[in-house]
C-alpha cells in the first residue's frame, strides 16, 4: 500500500493572491497545445499566429463549456444553492463532455473564420488535447478529487478522508491512458496522411473506451451514486454517445479524400 502524496493545492501564495496547481495544469494544456500546434500550423494552412487564435477559441470553449457542463450534469443543486460557486473554477469540478461540446462550438467558430472544413480542423486539433486532459487528472490528484473504489493491489492508497482502506489512484490512470496512451496514438496516425475525420473518430472511440474503463474503478460522485445495476455510472452514460459517434465517424471517413500531407 502506498500514502497519498501529501501535496499543497495551492502551488504560489502571495497574501491574498493565490495560484492553485489544478489551475496552472490548465496552463500546461493550453500551452502544449500551442507548441504543437504550431509545429504542423502549415499542415492545413494555417500561420504561427493562427495557432494562438485557435487556442484561445479553444480555451473558452473547454472553461465556459467544462463548468457549464459539470453544473448541468453533476453539480446543478449545488449551482442553484450557491449562484457564485460557478466562478470558482480553482475548487475544481470540470465536466470533460461539457468541455468537449464548448470546444467543438469554438471549433466550428474558427473554422468558419478561416474556410476550414470543419474535419480538417478537429483532425488537426485532436492530437494536441491529450497532453491537456493528462494534466489536468494529476491537477485533479493534487486536489484530491475522484477517489477510487477500494483495491487490494499494491500501488492502492487510502484517500484523504475517506479512512485507511486503500484505494485505486483512479486520476492518475485516467491521466496514463486519456494523456499519454491517447496523445502517442494520435500524434503517430497524424504524422502520415490519412483520410478526413480518422482522428477525429479516433479520439472519441478511444477517450471513450478508456473513460469507460476507468469509471469501473473509480467511485460515482456520492450526491448521484449509481445509476443502475450497482456499478453504472453518469460518467458511464455521457461516454456512450462519444464512442457511437467516433465509431460512425470513422466509417464516414472511409469515403472521404486524404486531407492532411506531411509537414
Do not use: C
Not at 499542415?43 to 467544462?66: S, W
Not at 491537456?132 to 477500494?150: D, K, Q, T
Not at 492508497?157 to 486520476?171: A, D, K, Q, T, V
Amino acid at each position: 500500500m502506498l500514502s497519498y502524496p501529501d501535496i499543497d493545492p495551492v502551488a504560489i501564495s502571495l497574501g491574498p493572491f493565490q495560484v492553485h496547481w489544478y489551475g496552472l495544469m490548465y496552463v500546461v494544456g493550453f500551452v502544449a497545445a500551442w507548441l504543437l500546434g504550431r509545429h504542423r500550423a502549415a499542415r492545413i494552412g494555417l500561420n504561427q499566429d493562427d495557432i494562438g487564435d485557435l487556442i484561445f477559441y479553444a480555451a473558452l470553449g473547454v472553461v465556459l463549456g467544462g463548468r457549464l457542463g459539470y453544473a448541468l450534469f453533476y453539480g446543478l443543486d449545488q449551482w442553484l444553492a450557491d449562484p457564485l460557486w460557478i466562478v470558482r473554477v480553482w475548487d475544481g469540478g470540470m465536466s470533460f463532455h461539457g468541455g468537449l461540446l464548448g470546444v467543438l462550438v469554438a471549433m466550428w467558430w474558427f473554422a468558419r473564420k478561416k474556410r476550414l472544413a470543419f474535419f480538417t480542423l478537429t483532425d488537426f486539433v485532436a492530437p494536441l488535447v491529450p497532453i491537456g486532459l493528462g494534466a489536468g487528472r494529476i491537477g485533479n490528484f493534487i486536489n484530491r478529487e475522484l477517489p477510487g473504489r477500494v483495491t487490494e493491489m499494491p500501488w492502492g492508497m487510502p484517500f484523504p478522508g475517506l479512512g485507511p482502506e486503500p484505494r485505486h489512484p483512479s486520476s492518475l490512470y485516467e491521466a496514463a491512458l486519456e494523456g499519454a496512451v491517447l496523445f502517442i496514438v494520435l500524434w503517430l496516425v497524424t504524422a502520415t496522411p490519412r483520410r478526413r475525420g480518422l482522428a477525429s473518430g479516433l479520439f472519441l472511440v478511444l477517450y471513450g473506451a478508456f473513460r469507460f474503463l476507468v469509471e469501473f474503478y473509480r467511485l460515482p460522485d456520492a450526491h448521484i451514486g449509481y445509476l443502475a445495476f450497482g456499478w453504472f455510472t453518469m460518467g458511464m452514460l455521457l461516454t456512450l454517445p462519444m464512442i457511437a459517434a467516433g465509431v460512425a465517424l470513422i466509417a464516414w471517413s472511409r469515403r472521404q479524400p486524404v486531407d492532411a500531407k506531411v509537414a
